[in-house]
């Protein structure tokens, strides 16, 4: 998500519409002052609780391995060790 920018002075003016901007949309806002960031409002984690953790972590991980290649190596399955109870 982009980082929205607005200045001090259009925040004072306009406050609780970027508040409500942020909780809807999840984005932060820079506050700037003579053109540097002085400070960042951004959602807080109880404001993303209605959304799916699947849909929270989209996009944050890395896939090490190919399609077709496991992460996992045969012998750590039970079920190919013949463990009682897995019906191997």
């Known amino acids: ?16 519409d970027v508040i409500r901007q942020v ?18 409002l951004v959602p807080t984690a109880s404001t993303t609780q209605g959304t799916s953790p699947w849909l929270r972590l989209r996009g944050r991980g890395a896939l ?12 750590e399955f039970e079920a190919m060790r013949g463990v009682p109870g897995t019906g191997a």
Do not use: N, Q, W, Y
């Open 1 to 16: 998500m982009p980082t929205i920018t607005v200045s001090v002075s259009e925040f004072k003016l306009h406050c609780l």
């Open 23 to 40: 909780e809807k949309d999840g984005a932060p806002v820079d506050l700037t002052r003579r053109g540097k960031v002085v400070a960042r």
């Open 64 to 75: 090490l391995a190919a399609a077709d290649e496991s992460v996992l190596d045969a012998a």
